[in-house]
T-cell receptor, first 115, second 111 residues
Framework: SAVISQKPSRDICQRGTSLTIQCQVD?????MFWYRQQPGQSLTLIAT?????????ESGFVIDKFPISRPNLTFSTLTVSNMSPEDSSIYLC????????????FGPGTRLTVL | QKEVEQNSGPLSVPEGAIASLNCTYS??????FFWYRQYSGKSPELIMS????GDKEDGRFTAQLNKASQYVSLLIRDSQPSDSATYLC???????????FGQGTELSVKP
């Protein structure tokens, strides 16, 4: 499986500011995804990060709030913009490599607290 | 109806017992099924994937799939306290598609 790292691992931010989360993979992968896990909840997909084109957002998530970049096959960023306390969550990057299986592996996550 | 449903638990079993975790899904065209384990404060880690009807065994873990009943289960034999975690069932339609997660079942294995 791929080795996935995320930065920062955690942060405490003020309301109204923005935070960019980075996801780095040690090998080229076809698919990269961003999930949110709110306290005590399961995982919800925010968007699929597409290499070289705009991300594909799920219902309830918009590009202005969660802009995503994916400049190459090993790296992606998620920005949480104009944050409010409701954005306090764990943000997780996941990847799926091309091949015989369609398994997704998760990064360690970024724990965000908005005051 | 939620797309993927699990009993939230907590499910408590004694050490050495079999833990049975269940999951149902609503999308009949789903092709791939996964069980992830998530320890508190950690990210999900894959335990099992299953694609065909029947059983798939890996060590102490057995995944069972019944597409006709739209039902997936995970059995953990000889449960250990280290198995105490939240178990997430996830379903996807096709390769490259998105994972749909259930709410997770919290498992507690008592020494």
């Amino acid at each position: 499986s791929a080795v996935i790292s995320q930065k920062p691992s955690r942060d405490i931010c003020q309301r109204g500011t923005s935070l960019t989360i980075q996801c780095q993979v040690d090998s080229q992968v076809t698919m990269m995804f961003w999930y949110r896990q709110q306290p005590g909840q399961s995982l919800t997909l925010i968007a699929t990060a597409n290499q070289g084109s705009e991300a594909t957002y799920e219902s309830g998530f918009v590009i202005d709030k969660f802009p995503i970049s994916r400049p190459n096959l090993t790296f992606s960023t998620l920005t949480v913009s104009n944050m409010s306390p409701e954005d306090s969550s764990i943000y997780l990057c996941s990847v799926e490599a091309a091949g015989l299986t369609d398994t997704q592996y998760f990064g360690p996550g970024t724990r965000l607290t908005v005051l | 109806q939620k797309e993927v449903e699990q009993n939230s638990g907590p499910l408590s079993v004694p050490e050495g017992a079999i833990a049975s975790l269940n999951c149902t899904y609503s999308d009949r065209v789903s092709q791939s099924f996964f069980w992830y384990r998530q320890y508190s404060g950690k990210s999900p880690e894959l335990i099992m994937s299953i694609y065909s009807n029947g059983d798939k065994e890996d060590g102490r873990f057995t995944a069972q799939l019944n597409k006709a009943s739209q039902y997936v289960s995970l059995l953990i034999r000889d449960s250990q306290p280290s198995d105490s975690a939240t178990y997430l069932c996830a379903v996807k339609r096709n390769q490259g598609g998105k994972l749909i997660f259930g709410q997770g079942t919290e498992l507690s294995v008592k020494p």
